[in-house]
């Protein structure tokens, strides 16, 4: 097996492009084109923030289905029990190695036998493609859409961890880290850092516009509600 | 638009071919209407939906007002995080800056995400011209790629495929590109994507250089968003040291909180979820996550020609979701190859014209391939009055002219010219009542009008002598 080493050669840098002439040309053209047309009108921003009230029990429950609704699998445990059943869920899965991400809890994989792979140094491609599971904290999840988001914050690694291996398993604390809808998703996340938002495992529609789960991504996707965790947010 | 698909036959022609293949109209009607009754579902759950595509149309118009401030901010944000800004005016450019940027890393190969852009261009043609083997890595284009075919939809280029055809063309040719399809491979959908998995596996795992669309650019921020399914997009944009990304100049959006709008709109039109199963944002380069060479091609390739049209820049506003496609009389029973373009539908027949003019056959026929019912701009997320444009542009064809245009521009004059005599008139109904009997089926050199339409009866005598006769 070939494993690219963790630090990159830096790419040749490539050959300036002379694009500057096209810029000015591209610029002009769209000054021109909009030249004589009149001021465009304010957004209305008239639309919801949440589609649902604000009850952490309810948006709890509309998470859960959500999320199985696109074949992911949930689970709701205590901050206690948390260790025991992200055992349970690697073996039930046959996972014999786990990636772990810098800054995930120590307690966490207190209870599995999986060969545990840490991320530093990094893990190549072919490491992770050879590596069965993947278990991580999440940045926030949404109820709405069911969806979980990923900012590459203390144990949840880089995007390639929750990429390459089969099974995630991505543990969201509640109700701290839940939020109703996409508009206050966006409001809490940082843009300048590496997001992935993932709702359900890898999936396509594109046999005959149905939808089929288990493509590039993850085919397994489990999901860890947790009550009673700390209230610190990871 | 590159003249990828040159030599078409105007619509008409192309649509008689597609409409008598009972396969292709099989295919497209089963996944048509699937995706439409989902659609209307994922759309209703939003109590605010005609609300946020106000929101979505408005965002758009004000950016195309402020275009050139907007891509000014984006190219700042997106250099001051670490990435490379460059511009393309036209098709030749944008793939001469890509292949450049290819050869500069040393690689012969890259895999591509899924982009309506680099397809417009023609970009795998380009690179392969430069000895660079370009790598879909999306099923569909997988599917289309494999099977030397062209794409017919916007999100779903291989629709007119059905899961047959498709498990045919993954034994017949995934050897010749690398991992053949696994023996005994059926036509079971999970089976179909599992051989696709496998098949692309090795390509991500050693890539160097990805290629990408997006879907929208954040100017405040610098950041780049990809919608997808499948997760062939995280590995293009993450696994490889360099990642391209070509991207058309209307893409920008001007906030980070415009996102809540689309990332809304666009998954309940376009494969009718209330989220698609990965979106990948990413802000130019991070130091230890994903490729360390980031370069943005920011294309124009006739999109301010669009953008000088008063009524045909709304096109701009397009996010790409194909919901206009899946509720199309048309487009359900011609399919989507005989648009002729990248683009096909209701969008394609107002975007491909504006983009590349219309002096082709094809391209002055596609504002006619339409029957105007206004079902494209009713699903419409950011409300373009397809309809609208369709008209508009059928002007410009006939301001230009023609033998058909000029027969019909003398007929409506002369009309025009009877219709202000009221005595005139009035003889000319009876005259036409009186012989009735003597009139031709179809009035000689309008075939191209009759064709598809019945003449109305002429009654017996007309309405203003029945009156006088029957008032009292």
């Known amino acids: ?234 | 638009m590159s003249g990828v698909f040159v030599g078409m036959p105007a619509f008409p022609e192309a649509a008689r071919t597609a409409v008598a293949d009972a396969t292709l109209r099989s295919n497209l009607r089963h996944a048509t209407h699937t995706i439409r009754d989902k659609r209307a579902r994922a759309v209703a759950e939003l109590a605010d939906w005609v609300e946020l595509r106000e929101a979505g149309r408005r965002i758009k118009e004000q950016t195309l007002r402020h275009l050139d401030r907007h891509l000014l901010r984006l190219e700042e944000s997106v250099t001051g995080a670490g990435g490379t800004v460059h511009w393309a005016a036209d098709a030749e450019e944008a793939n001469r800056i890509v292949a450049d940027l290819v050869r500069a890393t040393g690689e012969t190969e890259v895999v591509k995400v899924k982009s309506m852009a680099t397809q417009e261009i023609g970009l795998n043609e380009a690179l392969a011209a430069e000895g660079i083997r370009a790598y879909e890595t999306d099923l569909a284009e997988l599917i289309v790629q494999l099977g030397d075919d062209r794409p017919s939809h916007i999100l779903v280029p291989a629709i007119h495929r059905n899961r047959g055809e498709i498990r045919d063309v993954f034994r017949s040719e995934m050897g010749k590109w690398g991992r053949p399809a696994p023996d005994g491979l059926t036509d079971a959908p999970a089976e179909l994507a599992e051989a696709a998995r496998l098949h692309l596996r090795e390509k991500f795992l050693r890539a160097k250089v990805g290629i990408s669309g997006a879907n929208f650019m954040v100017a405040e921020t610098g950041t780049l968003v990809v919608v997808e399914s499948e997760g062939n997009g995280r590995m293009c944009l993450t696994l490889p040291e360099t990642l391209i990304s070509v991207v058309g100049i209307e893409k920008v959006v001007p906030s980070w909180r415009d996102l809540e709008v689309f990332l809304q709109t666009l998954p309940r039109s376009s494969t009718a979820e209330r989220m698609n199963p990965y979106t990948s944002m990413w802000t130019g380069t991070s130091d230890d996550d994903g490729p360390s060479a980031f370069h943005l091609v920011l294309l124009d390739a006739g999109r301010t020609d669009v953008l000088a049209d008063e009524t045909g820049r709304q096109a701009l506003r397009c996010i790409r979701c194909s919901a206009c496609l899946n509720v199309c009389p048309v487009y359900e029973r011609a399919g989507g190859h005989a648009y002729g373009s990248v683009y096909p539908g209701p969008i394609g027949a107002i975007l491909t014209p504006q983009l590349r003019g219309t002096a082709s056959g094809i391209d002055a026929s596609l504002p006619y391939a339409s029957s105007l019912c206004g079902a494209c701009y009713e699903v419409c997320p950011v409300a373009i009055d397809i309809p609208e444009v369709l008209v508009h542009l059928r002007e410009r064809i006939v301001e230009r002219g023609g033998p058909g245009h000029r027969r019909e521009r003398a007929t409506m004059k002369a009309a025009g010219w009877v219709l202000d005599h009221p005595s005139l008139l009035a003889a000319g109904e009876r005259l036409a009542t009186r012989t009735r009997a003597l009139h031709p089926r179809n009035p000689p050199g309008a075939r191209a009008w009759t064709e598809s339409r019945d003449l109305p009866e002429l009654p017996a005598e007309p309405f203003r002598d029945w009156w006088r006769k029957n008032r009292t």
């Open chain 1, 1 to 234: 097996m070939t494993t690219p080493s963790s630090s990159r050669p830096t790419p040749p840098s490539p050959p300036r492009s002379p694009s500057s002439a096209s810029r000015e040309r591209v610029l002009a053209r769209i000054r021109a084109a909009t030249a004589g047309a009149g001021e465009a009108p304010d957004v209305p921003r008239d639309y919801l923030t949440r589609h649902v009230p604000d009850d952490p029990e309810a948006l709890l429950g509309l998470l859960h289905e959500n999320l199985a609704d696109y074949r992911a699998q949930v689970h709701r445990t205590t901050e206690n029990e948390l260790p025991q059943l992200i055992g349970r869920l690697l073996d039930r899965r046959g996972a014999r190695s786990v990636a772990v991400p810098p800054g995930l809890p120590e307690r966490w994989l207190s209870a599995t036998t999986a060969e545990r792979r840490g991320d530093e140094p990094r893990l190549g491609p072919y490491e992770l493609d050879a590596t069965d599971a993947v278990v991580t904290g999440c940045a926030l999840a949404v109820a709405e859409t069911g969806t979980i988001v990923l900012d590459g914050g203390p144990g949840q690694g880089r995007r390639a961890l929750t990429l390459v291996p089969d099974l995630h398993l991505c543990v969201v604390r509640t109700p701290q880290q839940v939020v109703a809808s996409v508009p206050l998703a966006l409001a809490r996340l940082g843009p300048t850092r590496p997001l992935t938002w993932i709702s359900g495992p890898s999936a396509t529609s594109d046999i005959e516009l149905n939808r089929v789960e288990g493509v590039h991504g993850p085919r397994t996707l489990e999901v860890i509600l947790v009550t009673g965790g700390p209230s610190d947010g990871h």
